[in-house]
């Protein structure tokens, strides 16, 4: 069985602060690991994704997110949070033998000025 | 195409009437999804297509759905008289391929159904 957790369905920082949205997954296996972002009445963006290789992956608009086997974590992060990463994010987790990709719930992000 | 495509982009439908929602994959891509999306929730998977194998319709939530992939590429999720419920973001996504690690997932803008 697998899941993905999001810790925290908001978070709230100040604009030019560091952002930390945190997501735990589990997994038998050694999955794919992925993060999007979803601005108001918009689709899916992807930001980065892991997939076995570098344990630190780098995304766009200066995010990026390490993968800790030891702790099945997966948490993103930016240094200085601007304001149009106002937004939802969703941690999705994918096994190579599966199908399906399995979103968290979502963290909503806002950016106070 | 560049992206997915979806459409219609909005839709508004009175309760009972059907209605369809077409998805044009991203041009190569063997897999597709349909996701539903509702005010202020996480994504509900609906239903998986994969090249020619069965479709995957766990997600389906009532019988009243049903969705097709004619030739591999575009599809049609169609909603029998509708409800109320019913209203969300129907979510289309494609990916070069089902299965293997590296695969992505890739979302087009959705289709906003609002049933009166």
């Known amino acids: 069985a697998q899941s993905v957790t999001q810790l925290d369905s908001h978070v709230s920082v100040s604009e030019g602060t560091p952002v930390l949205l945190r997501c735990n997954y589990s997994?038998?296996?050694?999955?794919?690991l992925f993060w999007y972002v979803q601005h108001p009445n918009k689709g899916l963006q992807l930001l980065l994704k892991?997939?076995?290789?570098?344990?630190l992956v780098k995304g766009i608009n200066g995010f990026e997110a390490e993968f800790k086997k030891s702790e099945t974590s997966f948490h993103l992060t930016k240094p200085s949070a601007h304001m149009s990463d106002a937004a939802e994010y969703f941690c999705?987790?994918?096994?190579?033998?599966?199908?399906?990709?399995?979103f968290g719930t979502g963290t909503s992000l806002t950016v106070i000025p | 195409g560049a992206g997915v495509s979806q459409s219609p982009s909005n839709k508004v439908t009175e309760k009972g009437k059907d209605v369809e929602l077409r998805c044009d994959p991203i041009s190569g891509h063997t897999a597709l999804y349909w996701y539903r999306q509702s005010l202020g929730q996480g994504l509900e998977f609906l239903i998986y297509f994969q090249g020619n194998s069965a479709p995957d319709k766990s997600g389906l939530p009532s019988d009243r759905f049903s969705a097709e992939r004619t030739g591999g590429s575009v599809s049609t999720l169609t909603i029998q008289r509708t409800q109320q419920e019913d209203s969300a973001v129907y979510l289309c996504?494609?990916?070069?391929?089902?299965?293997?690690?590296?695969?992505?997932?890739?979302f087009g803008e959705g289709s906003w159904l609002t049933v009166v």
């Open positions: 996504a494609s990916s070069l391929a089902g299965q293997g690690l590296g695969n992505t997932i890739y």
């Open positions: 999705v987790v994918n096994l190579a033998t599966g199908n399906q990709f399995y």
């Open positions: 997994s038998s296996y050694s999955p794919s």
């Open positions: 892991y997939t076995s290789a570098a344990t």
